[in-house]
């Protein structure tokens, strides 16, 4: 279960932590695409700063996450989901608004009927998530580190000089304005979910994303 006062505790050496410590570089091989084309594009991340995985800590709470975008000129946004690799319990690193979880905290708090909340909170779908999920001993996703079962399954990290490479394939959509489309990659840390935090009253601020790197490309529509 999540402790307001210790979150509180931690939250401002975990900004301090948080803010640059992933060098987050993205490519594209193509510098003009038109609307049906197919742009890939490749997301290097280097944990070269860190001396220990991130996130780290209550690794059953954190989110390390990276949302990737395209503005096209006229300023809509499109929300571009990463390609996934095929690893066992991938599921698990790629936000999805219908995924629900933490079940046990119902179960702990004698809530009759709970079936759980969000798993990723407000991640956008699509998004990489670099993560260590505990599970409970129904194998279902937790936050309740005492009533574990699983927590070595999965781990999508990023250790300590490693680099992550995340690869898109993004149809560009027909709706896209012509001219320059600004391509957008952004690092969040967040200590717990924002579903998480809701549902325990926590202060905005206390799981509110912080930015921890940013990339940028432009390719021209035509």
């Given at each position: 279960?999540?402790f307001?006062?210790?979150?509180a505790?931690?939250?401002?050496?975990?900004?301090?932590?948080?803010?640059d410590?992933v060098?987050?570089?993205?490519?594209s091989?193509?510098?003009?695409?038109s609307?049906?084309?197919v742009l890939?594009?490749?997301?290097?991340?280097?944990?070269?700063k860190?001396g220990?995985?991130?996130?780290?800590g209550?690794?059953e709470?954190?989110m390390?996450?990276?949302?990737m975008?395209g503005i096209?000129s006229s300023?809509?946004t499109?929300?571009?989901?990463?390609?996934?690799?095929?690893?066992?319990?991938?599921?698990y690193t790629?936000?999805?608004?219908?995924?629900?979880?933490?079940?046990?905290?119902?179960e702990?708090m004698?809530?009759?009927d709970?079936k759980g909340i969000?798993?990723?909170?407000?991640?956008?779908?699509?998004?990489?998530?670099?993560?260590r999920?505990?599970?409970?001993?129904?194998g279902?996703?937790?936050?309740c580190?005492w009533?574990?079962?699983e927590?070595?399954?999965?781990d999508?990290?990023?250790?300590?000089r490693?680099?992550?490479?995340?690869?898109?394939?993004?149809?560009?959509p027909?709706?896209?304005?012509?001219?320059?489309?600004?391509i957008?990659?952004?690092?969040?840390?967040?200590?717990?979910p924002?579903?998480?935090?809701?549902y325990m009253?926590?202060d905005?601020?206390?799981?509110?994303?912080i930015?921890?790197n940013?990339a940028s490309?432009?390719?021209d529509?035509k």
């Amino acid at each position: 279960m999540i402790f307001p006062r210790r979150v509180a505790l931690e939250k401002f050496s975990s900004r301090q932590l948080a803010e640059d410590a992933v060098h987050l570089a993205l490519y594209s091989g193509k510098t003009f695409v038109s609307a049906g084309d197919v742009l890939g594009l490749r997301a290097e991340l280097f944990n070269g700063k860190v001396g220990h995985y991130i996130p780290s800590g209550s690794t059953e709470e954190r989110m390390l996450w990276l949302e990737m975008k395209g503005i096209d000129s006229s300023g809509k946004t499109f929300t571009i989901p990463v390609e996934g690799k095929g690893f066992a319990g991938e599921e698990y690193t790629i936000a999805d608004s219908k995924a629900i979880a933490y079940q046990a905290m119902g179960e702990i708090m004698e809530v009759k009927d709970w079936k759980g909340i969000s798993r990723d909170g407000n991640v956008p779908d699509g998004s990489r998530i670099f993560r260590r999920p505990f599970f409970d001993p129904e194998g279902r996703m937790t936050i309740c580190q005492w009533f574990t079962a699983e927590n070595t399954a999965i781990d999508y990290r990023i250790g300590p000089r490693e680099t992550k490479i995340e690869r898109y394939k993004w149809t560009v959509p027909a709706e896209a304005a012509a001219g320059p489309m600004k391509i957008e990659a952004k690092l969040f840390y967040s200590q717990v979910p924002s579903s998480v935090g809701e549902y325990m009253e926590l202060d905005a601020d206390e799981y509110a994303p912080i930015r921890v790197n940013e990339a940028s490309l432009s390719i021209d529509i035509k």
